[in-house]
């Protein structure tokens, strides 16, 4: 299928962007990578009458680790450049995003498809929303009433919603502190695919134990979620079984031709036993 019709405007700075989704309104979409925006709209299930092009905001391409070792990702730095690290900003704090990268649909889509725009489209089974809401990240947006900063926690609503507003733009992701003992995975029917669940975890790590961590699952509810019970588990000193145990038991995942909630129960199981012993192994 072909898109409906709609109008091209080409940003040429993130002011410019913003100022003309004000005065377009609704009826505009953001498009930077557009490995999603661009399916949805084949298939109708999107229809903009305008789209405002910011893949050309260089500066939006970046990545560079702070004074205090956190980590800044530029909007429309692609998961392909994650992946290869070229600079080597990531290090052993920040692993966990590289390795999280081959999770990504196939290398085609990971060199166009950007980490602002995968936040941004919000799917409860994105890896980068999933990672961060794990790594406890912030998001930076900005519109003609100035920037503003977004915990992860409040920045995904529900399906494909987001907190951003639709005049504003994703500028920046923030993960405040290196995650040295972080690990994702997930399943999907087919390695590229969209993962039926996906889970993840940031261990608190002290002289070879675990003191406690942040468990958290996409696939499972509207949106990718902490797992409070889970994590407290792992503060009480439990075992990985029954940090995975409680997880499953929280969560009641919705059922569709691909799996049960009681299939995807135990998926959660699996996952989060085996997102544990990869995060403690490292």
């Not at 972080?182 to 969209?194: I, K």
């Not at 468990?215 to 079984?241: C, I, Y």
Request: glycine share 12%; with cysteine.
């Amino acid at each position: 299928m072909k898109p409906a019709p709609f109008q091209y405007h080409r940003a040429r700075d993130v002011d410019g962007a913003s100022r003309l989704l004000a005065e377009l309104g609704d009826d505009a979409k953001v498009i930077a990578g557009g490995q999603s925006l661009v399916a949805m709209m084949n298939y109708r299930l999107a229809r903009p009458r305008h789209l405002v092009d910011i893949g050309g905001l260089r500066e939006l391409d970046r990545m560079h680790r702070d004074a205090d070792g956190g980590l800044r990702v530029g909007a429309l730095t692609t998961h392909h450049t994650v992946e290869r690290d070229p600079a080597g900003v990531l290090g052993a704090g920040f692993e966990v995003l590289r390795k999280t990268m081959t999770w990504i649909g196939h290398l085609p889509i990971r060199t166009r498809g950007t980490v602002g725009g995968s936040m941004a489209h919000g799917d409860a089974t994105a890896e980068w929303c999933l990672l961060a809401m794990t790594l406890g990240a912030e998001f930076m947006a900005r519109g003609p009433q100035g920037e503003r900063v977004i915990p992860a926690g409040d920045f995904f609503l529900g399906y494909y919603t987001t907190a951003l507003d639709p005049d504003e733009i994703l500028v920046e992701i923030v993960f405040p502190r290196p995650a040295p003992h972080a690990a994702l995975t997930e399943f999907a029917e087919r390695r590229g695919d969209f993962a039926l669940v996906a889970a993840a975890v940031d261990l608190d790590v002290e002289d070879g134990e675990v003191r406690g961590g942040r468990v958290a699952l996409g696939g499972v509810a509207s949106a990718a979620v902490r797992v409070p019970e889970a994590e407290a588990v792992l503060a009480g000193g439990g075992s990985f079984e029954a940090c995975a145990s409680a997880a499953a038991e929280a969560v009641e995942p919705p059922a569709d031709t691909s799996g049960s909630t009681h299939y995807r129960k135990e998926l959660v199981r699996t996952l989060i036993r085996r997102a544990c012993e990869e995060a403690v192994s490292r």
